[in-house]
């Protein structure tokens, strides 16, 4: 006699390959990986390849991917029009130190679907982004200090990593009088007190905040909506709050597109939200996946390059880079690509919310359609601290089931789901993705029900997951 599987049965992953692959890499790779954003310990995954909106492991096993690199896979994995283009490109040699036409068309592109960025420099990742940035912010003002808000990623740079996402909300200090800390050892103090942390959606604290130092300030950087914390998004009119009291105070607006850009919108959160910063950094989803970024902005501001300020690069614009966002950019103008990855994220939250609803759990989706969170909790929330009281423990484990389902978001609720072109084309994506979801949230309710409280992902990761 056979058993039939349970319908929600979780298969078991094969990870012997995976489980051999951890073990080598500990031996000259700390954590075993590039990053210790991908560092899950055993659970470490090591990917073959990728195609469309899929993923395999060196395992075999496949998942549908709703991590997308961290959001740079805008088209899909392995986009032939974008991978043939820049494997033209790169047969003519790809790094010279000199300036080929391929970076001048990407910025012409990058200067036209923004709108109102008048002049734009590659960089290689966002994270050189947003250290330009601030610095021309710095010198163009003539101020040291640089506002960010608590639970936004703006890098792995030491101005960066202040006040990034910590589990533990006391670490940020009084909500009144947060301080500055310090993701992480080796940050010198004093470039961490050149940052000051704020809180998103809270105008009276920026307020009382520019009043009482506004005249050291020389920029605030954001990230339109929380990228690193569930998509958080502002409250109605917040942006254009925050962009007047900048321009009262005399200090920059800096939007760190690097998640946002050319996703929200061709014009990014900027034109989403019908705002126009000073500043504004750009990666990921304008290289398909290749390592292009930039930063850009007002030419006024931007005017202090080359002679005022530093900025180079031996791969600043780097052949393969540059082509990739010459060919990105030029599909996401010229196409409805878009608007695809909109109505697929629309469609799959619509699918979503008929498996939520009758579960009576109080959840809303945050972010935009094309990455998006999903957040247990009663209302809405407004700020990174907020997180601490949302059920990412249910979360988490919805999660882990969708992987073994068969589905991969990241394992952390901070980090959105991330959407691209492919997963709108033949696969069955969106049907695929609510059935996956559905059978992991019987089962981790199922779990709840029934016993102590369910694993915590991977057993490592704690932080917002950014590269
Ligand atoms: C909003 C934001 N800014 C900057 C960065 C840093 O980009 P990179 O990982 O390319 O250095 C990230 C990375 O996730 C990001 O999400």
């Known amino acids: 006699m056979t058993t039939e599987p349970a319908a929600n049965a979780v298969p078991d992953l094969d990870r012997t390959r995976q489980l051999e692959m951890y073990r080598r890499a500990l031996r000259v790779m700390p954590g075993g990986t590039d990053s210790n954003f991908r560092a899950w310990g055993e659970s470490t995954i090591y990917v073959d390849r990728g195609k469309g909106g899929t993923v395999w492991d060196i395992d075999g096993n496949e998942f549908i991917d709703l991590r997308m690199g961290y959001g740079p896979v805008i088209l899909g994995h392995g986009d ?38 008048d002049q734009a420099r590659m960089t290689v990742s966002g994270t050189e982004a947003t250290m330009h940035a601030m610095r021309i912010a710095r010198a163009y003002t003539g101020r040291e200090k640089i506002v960010k808000f608590e ?34 050892r080796g940050i010198p103090g004093a470039v961490a007190e050149t940052i000051i942390p704020a809180r998103y959606n809270n105008l009276e604290f920026l307020r009382q905040l520019f009043e009482r130092q506004g005249h050291e300030i020389a920029a605030i950087i954001v990230e339109p909506v929380l990228g690193n914390a569930q998509g958080i998004m502002p409250m109605p009119g917040f942006h254009q709050a925050m962009r007047a009291l900048t321009q009262e105070f005399g200090i920059l607006l800096i939007f760190d597109e690097v998640k946002t850009g050319f996703r929200f919108a061709r014009g990014g959160a900027a034109e989403y939200f019908g705002i126009t910063p000073d500043l504004a950094t750009f990666a990921k989803a304008m290289g398909n996946g290749y390592p292009a970024a930039a930063f850009g902005g007002r030419a006024e501001v931007m005017s202090v390059l080359p002679d005022k300020v530093s900025h180079g ?50 959840y809303h989706f945050t972010g935009h359609p094309s990455m998006f969170g999903i957040m247990f909790r009663e209302e809405e929330a407004r700020e990174y601290r907020d997180w601490a009281t949302t059920d990412h423990e249910l979360y988490d484990a919805i999660a882990l089931g969708m992987h073994a389902r068969g589905a991969m978001p990241e394992p952390d609720s901070r980090e959105p789901w991330f959407l691209c072109e492919a997963h709108a084309g033949a696969g069955d994506y969106v049907d695929r993705i609510v059935t996956i979801f559905s059978d992991s949230l019987d089962a981790a309710l199922e779990a709840r029900a029934h016993a102590a409280p369910p694993p915590t992902p991977h057993g490592g990761m704690s932080s917002p997951s950014a590269g």
């Not at 974008?82 to 200067?111: H, I, K, P, W, Y």
């Not at 101005?159 to 009088?177: H, K, R, T």
């Open 313 to 362: 690069g031996t791969y600043a614009g780097n052949r393969i880079a540059a082509a990739a966002a010459v060919k990105t950019l030029t599909i996401l103008k010229e196409t409805n690509a878009l608007e695809t990855i909109h109505a697929t994220g629309r469609l799959i939250q619509a699918g979503l919310r008929e498996v939520l609803n009758p579960k009576g759990l109080p």
């Open 80 to 117: 032939e029009r974008v991978d043939d283009f820049v494997n033209d490109r790169m047969r003519r040699g790809v790094s010279f130190s000199l300036t080929s036409e391929d970076e001048v068309q990407a910025m012409e592109l990058l200067c036209e679907l923004t709108g109102w960025v």
């Open 151 to 184: 639970g936004q990623y703006h890098g792995v740079h030491d101005y960066a990593l202040i006040s990034v996402g910590p589990d533990d909300m006391s670490e940020l200090g009084d909500a009144e009088a947060p301080v500055a800390l310090a993701w992480g």
